[in-house]
């Protein structure tokens, strides 16, 4: 996001540079692309309940915009290609939580866990020929209720009409259990660029640097709980 703040920032003082034309078509491109796709998906990544809805409608999205701009989205799209991990069977249970799914997809989903038989896992491990019909409930199999088993979740409200669960004591427990998950990815690289920088402003001397990151590892393995 830092680039992408650096790029705005460019974009609207661009009279302060001396840019080529080529420079600035390139700046106002980005720039674009930042703000119609970039910034939503990157300020929703923290969000468990939603991460499989918004990876999808992402994916989507980065197709639609070869109709504005192919070569960003040949791009994007070829990058987002090694992530399809992210859309496995495993996570996508975790949409059956998420306010941004509707009614009918979620009822899709939960018909799916009852009838598909096939228990191999199913990641895309090439773009579907379609991408603008595929769905969630077509990465649903009866590996969707990993998630259920790893966060221990009631999974009773399923056996219930999807207009019910609100009322439902397991979903709302599950919700709020998958709300408050932390998504790894998001805290990880918030935690090593806080501690880039911090460790910057400490010392410059490579040696001091590696010697107060093993003292504050050791500090942490022998205080579990400093609370």
Partial sequence: MAKAIYTLKMTMFKNEFELTPRELR???????????????????AP??????????????????????????????VKTFKRHFWYLGTDLVGLALF?????????TKMVEKLAIDKDLDKKRWTTAPQD???????????????FSFTELKLDASFLQSPVLSWKENEA???GKETV???AVTND??????????????????DESDRQALLQAVERHRRLNLNPN
Wanted: proline share 3%.
């Fill in 47 to 76: 969000l468990a309940a939603d991460a499989p809805f918004n990876d999808l409608t992402l994916f989507h999205d980065l197709h639609k915009y070869r109709d504005l701009n192919s070569k960003i989205s040949e791009a994007t």
């Fill in 179 to 181: 709300q408050h998950l």
């Fill in 171 to 173: 979903y709302n427990q």
């Fill in 98 to 106: 998420s306010d941004k799914v509707t009614i009918e997809e979620k």
């Fill in 131 to 145: 991408p603008s019909s595929a769905t969630l409930s077509d990465l649903v199999t009866k590996e969707s209720l």
């Fill in 187 to 204: 805290p990880a690289e918030r935690a090593i660029k806080l501690i880039t920088d911090y460790s910057q402003i400490l010392t410059k």
């Fill in 26 to 44: 390139s700046l106002q491109e980005m720039s674009v692309f930042i703000i119609l796709i970039y910034a939503r998906a990157w300020f929703e």
